[in-house]
């Protein structure tokens, strides 16, 4: 089963798994979370959750993006009304992948930050390969996420670390990320795994209250 939005974000269904694998993708490979894309993202991600019999769901990118996160270049040219309806739709967003009535992994390569982070803990587990990293680099912009991270981040690795993350804008390897909790296996082949991990039936929702 293919997306019908293929712009941003690309849907197959793994017949053998019995498992919905989500890709996001962008000309420049970097998958930016622009507010068409962030649109897109939520719309197909709340038809997916009503299907008849909601399937396990994998969020992955490509070899070296998992997702660079907003589009800054198009956050620099919102008024203070635009930027507060772009922060309600990436809530919206997180929103739903945290609701999924199915587990949600995300399978990680390369670089996944800012937004890209909020979307990967939103989900219920993340897979990543070892050249993974991850970062909340706002504050070294003077900006902060709108999109739940500050609240679902200090839940996963707890609040020192988190801020050590989003005050410093600090980077942090696959290696580390599995030792803090950011991640929960770091494998060679982050979207096999997945798989794997989902037919094992060993894996089950890892739920948090809704953020607003």
Known sequence: MASAIAEYFQVEKDQDYKVLTGTLVSPDFTNRLSRACVAELTREIERLAVATEPLSLILTGNSKFFSTGADLNEISQLSGPEAYEFALLGQRLMNAVDNYPAPVIAAINGYCM??????????????????AIFGHRGAALGIMTG??????????????????????????????????????????????????????????????????
Request: aromatic fraction near 4%.
């Open 114 to 131: 800012g937004g890209g982070l909020d979307l990967a803990i939103a989900c219920d587990y993340r897979i990543c390969s070892p050249n």
């Open 147 to 212: 999109w739940g991270g500050t609240q679902r981040l200090p839940r996963l690795i707890g609040k020192p670390r988190a801020m050590q993350m989003f005050l410093a804008a600090e980077r942090v390897h696959a290696d580390r990320a599995l030792r803090i909790g950011l991640v929960d296996l770091v494998a060679a082949d982050p979207l096999e795994a997945a798989k794997l991990w989902i037919a094992s039936d060993s894996i089950a929702p890892q739920r948090t209250a809704p953020v607003s």
